[in-house]
């Protein structure tokens, strides 16, 4: 049964890089045909997709926050990072890690981590 879990610091101040770590369990990151996301949801809004790590290791980005975003990987460690530079207080929101199912015609997140809140203030 593969599980992930978000870590990270729960602020970060405004201007500083956001990091955050999705550690996967039961499976592994570069199992074929999987990508590996993170999605977030700021306070009172919906859920947004921030980009996705693909198993061959190749990054993707959605196109609103692609120029602060990156995304990476450890194999050794069955982990794949969120980099988002340049925070502001609009950066404030629940940061998920999510596996994604990709193939003909089809793409959906199947399984989530439970979350961690990231509060960008000084």
């Known amino acids: 049964q593969v599980q992930l879990q978000e870590s990270g610091p729960g602020l970060v101040k405004p201007s500083q890089t956001l990091s955050l770590t999705c550690t996967v369990s039961?499976?592994?990151?570069?199992?074929?045909?999987?990508?590996w996301s993170w999605v977030r949801q700021p306070p009172g809004k919906g859920l947004e997709w921030i980009g996705d790590?693909?198993?061959?290791?190749?990054?993707n980005y959605g196109p609103s926050l692609n120029r602060r975003t990156s995304i990476s990987r450890d194999t050794s460690e069955n982990q794949f990072t969120l980099q988002l530079s340049s925070v502001t207080p609009e950066d404030t929101a629940v940061y998920y890690c999510?596996?994604?199912?990709?193939?003909?015609?089809?793409?959906?997140?199947?399984?989530w981590g439970k979350g961690t809140r990231v509060t960008v203030s000084s």
């Open positions: 999510a596996r994604t199912v990709s193939g003909p015609g089809y793409r959906y997140l199947d399984v």
């Open positions: 039961g499976g592994s990151i570069t199992a074929d045909y999987y990508y």
């Open positions: 790590i693909a198993y061959t290791g190749a990054p």
